[in-house]
């Protein structure tokens, strides 16, 4: 029954889809990393089948071992390698891994335990699981990875609205945040305080802090209706835009194959996201409920911020677009955490 239920299209098309989508335009702008986005994508699959696999339930008991080796994780990325001023990676067994991609779903994991728990609602224990929270959200940031840290920000949010927890407790959170946002300014990165200015006016300096946001709308544009076709994306080929490969490859796939191919992938991401908010709202288990809310979130950001940022309607910030951009830490992720919403979809049916 179980195996049977992975074969739910709703599940399939899009992830198909979207890989597919990511492939063709992986081998025609970058085919030199063509084969490790294949390999990627079928570990993650390996992956995805194992975690569907497994009752979502055992995760409970893991959620404590998963939190410390989260934190020993981002902590171990100062040792590893910087590039470009970011220090966000550490090698084991000859790979390269972003651990705040990959941790996403085992901490997610434990603040949707935290959050279904017990006493979950006592102020005191809201008050715990906010200070559990602000090592990781505070390691992330340091890498720095802003991008990151605003997912992890917004998928906590989500959790807590849709826990059992007062609303009034939440939005004096949300307010108490706010209140600290000039700090914030003042500890950003030089370059993260220009990104965010070139936004609001990217043609203040079009060959500097601007460039990016003007190639990607650039290279949309370009690629009208159908698209320039593949292989002939002048903005990609001739490396006029930065990062085709990974944080603008919405704009470089739209390039070539057009605003179709934009569609194609806002439809794909529109069945995956009503599966995952469905299968959220037919569980009758908190914790498998806030599983799925954040695995939706999750997603949900990324897409809007990626493609927003691609459009030039968002700050850059370097999120990747879920299932399409390159990276292993990012497609491993995404997988394992489809994993877990189909393992509460395949619960559901065996219950049925």
């Not at 959050?115 to 929270?133: D, G």
């Not at 906590?156 to 927890?165: A, E, V």
């Not at 209706?225 to 085709?244: A, D, K, N, V």
């Amino acid at each position: 029954m179980k195996r049977h239920y992975l074969l739910d299209p709703t599940f399939l098309i899009p992830i198909i889809g979207l890989s597919s989508l990511s492939l063709s335009i992986i081998g025609s702008i970058s085919p030199h990393l063509f084969v490790n986005q294949l390999i990627f994508f079928m570990l993650g699959i390996v992956l995805y089948i194992f975690t569907s696999e497994l009752d979502y339930r055992i995760y409970r008991r893991l959620s404590r071992p998963f939190y410390i080796i989260s934190l020993l994780l981002l902590l171990a990325v100062f040792l590893g390698p910087s590039v470009r001023g970011a220090t966000r990676w550490i090698d084991i067994l000859g790979f390269r891994l972003q651990s705040s991609e990959i941790l996403k779903p085992f901490i997610f994991i434990v603040f949707a335990h935290l959050l279904t728990s017990k006493n979950a609602v006592k102020i005191k224990n809201i008050a715990f699981i906010f200070l559990l929270f602000l090592p990781i959200i505070f390691l992330i940031f340091r890498q720095p990875d802003l991008g990151n840290a605003l997912v992890y920000l917004g998928v906590f949010i989500f959790l807590l609205i849709n826990s059992q927890i007062n609303l009034i407790y939440i939005i004096a959170s949300l307010l108490i945040t706010l209140l600290f946002i000039p700090t914030i300014w003042n500890i950003l990165k030089d370059y993260q305080k220009a990104r965010i200015i070139s936004f609001l006016n990217p043609h203040a300096d079009p060959t500097g802090t601007g460039y990016n946001a003007l190639q990607a709308i650039i290279a949309i544009g370009a690629g009208g209706f159908w698209g320039l076709g593949l292989g002939r994306g002048t903005q990609s080929h001739l490396l006029f835009l930065p990062e085709h490969h990974t944080d603008f490859i919405f704009a470089s796939l739209v390039e070539e194959i057009g605003f179709l191919g934009g569609i194609m992938v806002l439809i794909f991401y529109s069945l995956l996201l009503f599966k995952i908010l469905y299968t959220s709202y037919r569980t009758p288990d908190p914790f498998a409920k806030l599983i799925c809310i954040s695995v939706f979130s999750m997603m949900l950001i990324q897409i809007f911020v990626n493609i927003g940022m691609n459009l030039g309607i968002l700050p850059i910030t370097g999120i990747t677009l879920p299932l399409v951009s390159y990276g292993g830490s990012s497609i491993l992720s995404i997988f394992i955490s489809l994993g877990l919403v189909q393992s509460v979809a395949a619960s559901q049916r065996k219950h049925l």
